[in-house]
């Protein structure tokens, strides 16, 4: 299937009160643009480096998230025009985050990330320390900060019952955080299994491969 053919049959799926973050890493920039013309807006790049060298080539009202984990000497080179950071995976990085906003007085909206997976390699916070973090936001800690919702990563794994409990512990610390102050996004779900996250719950699903088709990483 084509591009566009994968693009709108993704769309068709999904319900009017969820968002789809396309997520083009390792695409040429010229893909994104055919998906932007098709009426996307919002992107996800998991790598610093490949994000800023497709972001001066492509249209400035792409709204980027970084959903790749973000290591805190690299927040300057995207500070300025982030617009979302869904890989938050402790609180050196939010401070860094914070400051870096700062400098170009602007607020940067993150997601915390939950390790929710059994697997060992996912990186993410506790569930106690995305709550923690959270008061401490809510506290005031972070001005340049929008803390907008939280993100997750299910394990890698054909068992549908075990991604789902995943996503519904994910969902239930969203209910638990929302009740302090409400928060809008729970991202969770990628092409294999976000049917299964909106189920539970997810109000934004990463697309990648469904759309754009194979990675190819030897490039
Ligand atoms: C690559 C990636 C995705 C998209 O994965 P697909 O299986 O290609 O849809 C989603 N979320 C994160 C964090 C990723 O790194």
Redesign the pocket.
Known sequence: MSIQENYNAIKSQLPQHVEL?A?S?THPVSAIQEVYDLGQRVF?E?KVQELTEKYPLLPKDIQWHL??HLQTNKVKYIAEFIDTI??VDSEKLLREINKEAGKHQRKIKVLL?VKIAEEESKFGLEAEEAKSLYQKYLNGEFPNIFVTGL?G?ATFTEDKNQIKKEFLNLKGLFDELNQLQPLETL?M??????PTAIECGATS????????G??DYSK
């Open positions: 973050v997520v890493k996800g998991n959903i790749g869904q890989s990330q993100m990563m991202s779900g990628m092409s294999d299994d976000f699903v990463r697309v990648g491969s469904a759309i754009f194979r990675r």
